[in-house]
T-cell receptor
Framework: DSGVTQTPKHLITATGQRVTLRCSPR?????VYWYQQSLDQGLQFLIQ???????AKGNILERFSAQQFPDLHSELNLSSLELGDSALYFC???????????????FGQGTRLTVV | SQQGEEDPQALSIQEGENATMNCSYK?????LQWYRQNSGRGLVHLIL?????REKHSGRLRVTLDTSKKSSSLLITASRAADTASYFC????????????FGKGTRLHILP
């Protein structure tokens, strides 16, 4: 168990809809990363938050947005969903308070999103 | 591309043999990390090696880092069926943002 919790584990929704994926980082970790993994592909970096603020942005579509709340949990919002958005979405956390950024990232089990 | 690139893309070996996977990258790094992913599951962190380190061990895993060649290797000794998985390297760039950038991975299959 990595200590990172993602909900829901599975999500099936129709095109055009909007969904929210949730991530609770490991206790004490300040950074949250979001990744998208399509079938048999590598992980595409979407966005990173650090202590509530956006730190880095990757190939995140305008239809997608994220935020990190004061309790450090994060949500990834996907709207106007298309069939191509079907993927595994992973959250990872790192940077325990007081230990800086040169630390490993721990991953949740992911949310499998299927758009039909 | 600044991401890590694993080589080979796929590898099949007999149980008990050693497996070596390589990772190359193009930018200066703060650290390099190796992860394992079983099919459709979350990623499991294996080893982090910092830019000032050359080699690290963890059980049957050995990771080397050559910053002059911008490359790293992951060696799994005495492979087992349970080692069948995809292996990814990920880099954290030096003096840049905090992105952790992944390669596309090596699919390792251990044959009984």
């Amino acid at each position: 168990d990595s200590g990172v919790t993602q909900t829901p584990k599975h999500l099936i929704t129709a095109t055009g809809q909007r969904v929210t994926l949730r991530c609770s980082p490991r206790s004490g970790d300040l950074s949250v990363y979001w990744y998208q993994q399509s079938l048999d592909q590598g992980l595409q970096f979407l966005i990173q938050y650090y202590n509530g603020e956006e730190r880095a942005k990757g190939n995140i579509l305008e239809r997608f947005s994220a935020q990190q709340f004061p309790d450090l949990h994060s949500e990834l919002n996907l709207s106007s969903l298309e069939l191509g958005d079907s993927a595994l979405y992973f959250c990872a956390s790192s940077a325990p308070r007081g230990q800086g950024a040169n630390t490993e990232a721990f991953f949740g089990q992911g949310t499998r999103l299927t758009v039909v | 591309s600044q991401q890590g690139e694993e080589d080979p893309q796929a590898l099949s070996i007999q149980e008990g043999e050693n497996a070596t996977m390589n990772c190359s990258y193009k930018t200066s790094i703060n650290n390099l990390q190796w992860y394992r992913q079983n099919s459709g599951r979350g990623l499991v962190h294996l080893i982090l090696i910092r830019s000032n380190e050359r080699e690290k061990h963890s059980g049957r895993l050995r990771v080397t880092l050559d910053t002059s060649k911008k490359s790293s290797s992951l060696l799994i000794t005495a492979s087992r069926a349970a080692d069948t998985a995809s292996y990814f390297c990920a880099i954290r760039r030096m003096n840049r943002d905090d992105k952790i950038i992944f390669g596309k991975g090596t699919r390792l299959h251990i044959l009984p």
